[in-house]
């Protein structure tokens, strides 16, 4: 199938490198040419900006949009809206609130274009992996784009059938899954990432409690220098907590057992403050998922050994870089 992709960044740029091979046909635009030549060189077809690559589209023309969630993925969709024709589909697969996803697929139909919201996980390492996709919005869009998200998907891979689910029809178990309406793929995202907050947060403590028995002010019979590289290692296999957040863990403290390559200044994305919204909306109590994102807040004053965990981790799924310190 033949694809527009938006924004070639870590994730645009790999969602393209995993299409090509698999016979995609793949137009590409970004604001940085270099990053369009790169992309280019590797066999997909370049685009001068917007224009050009809406008309190097055949209709009905799909193009993914992979920015920074605010103003610079709204004004490219707004853009994009103007320069396409009915039928068309506009894919926001950022990290966008769901609730501009149900404005936006309001406003796109009364032009006749067709809108999805692309949940997308899989960070740095999904052009090897796989992307989990989270797909909400026009369903026939979904229906007519099935061979690229199929593509972009894990795949059932080695994973053993979960019992139960015997003659369900459903995409899941491949990596990707239409979860209905405008704004339900996002949704299900942000709940995710807020899940995912919850989760590092309690490595990154549990990893603090293991390196601080240590210190000399415990007792002598209850001191303990304890490997967290072979600890986390050995929890990988066999354990409840095994995960793919576990793998990350052993293979960051592998590398450097002391953190010492990270401060501990912990950003967040917004995904976790939108879950806590939803919650409150809802009425749901989220005491964990809330800790967790106060925990990141914190974690911009003082700097301690779980603050670093969780900094190595935003690395090595994401491949998100701290932020430079600040010079006097």
């Not at 994730?11 to 990053?35: I, K, T, W, Y």
């Not at 004004?75 to 039928?87: D, R």
Request: proline share 4%.
């Amino acid at each position: 199938m033949q694809l527009g992709m938006v924004g070639l960044g870590r994730m645009g740029a790999n969602l393209v490198r995993r299409l090509l091979p698999r016979g995609h046909a793949c137009v590409v635009f970004d604001a940085q040419s270099e990053a369009v030549q790169t992309l280019a060189a590797e066999g997909a077809k370049p685009a001068r900006d917007l224009r050009d690559l809406v008309h190097q589209l055949a209709a009905p023309r799909a193009i993914w949009v992979m920015l920074p969630a605010g103003d610079s993925t709204e004004s490219t969709l707004q853009e994009l809206a103007g320069l396409l024709s009915a039928g068309d589909i506009l894919i926001d697969g950022g990290n966008t609130h769901y609730v501009d996803d149900v404005r936006r697929a309001q406003s796109f139909q009364q032009q006749g274009l067709r809108y999805l919201d692309v949940g997308t996980s899989g960070g740095v390492w999904g052009l090897a992996r796989g992307y989990c996709l989270m797909i909400g919005g026009d369903a026939s869009a979904f229906e007519h784009l099935d061979p690229i998200f199929r593509d972009l998907a894990p795949g059932r891979g080695t994973l053993e059938p979960t019992p139960g689910r015997e003659g369900r029809t459903s995409t899941a178990d491949q990596g990707y899954l239409y979860t209905g309406p405008a704004g339900s793929g996002h949704f299900v995202k942000m709940i995710h990432n807020g899940i995912e907050y919850g989760m590092m947060q309690a490595f990154a403590e549990g990893f603090d409690i293991l390196k601080g028995a240590g210190q000399s002010f415990i007792p002598a019979e209850r001191r303990y220098n304890l490997d967290l590289a072979d600890i986390t290692e050995l929890w990988r296999r066999g354990s409840v907590v095994s995960s793919w957040l576990l793998d990350l863990s052993a293979m960051a403290l592998a590398q450097d057992p002391d953190l010492s390559s990270y401060s501990g200044h912990v950003e967040d994305s917004g995904e976790g403050r939108w879950t806590l919204l939803a919650a409150i909306e809802e009425a749901v109590p989220a005491e964990v998922l809330s800790a967790a994102l106060y925990a990141r807040f914190r974690s911009r004053q003082d700097h301690t050994f779980a603050e670093k965990t969780l900094s190595a981790l935003r690395k090595q799924f994401g491949g998100h870089q701290e932020p430079k310190k600040p010079t006097a």
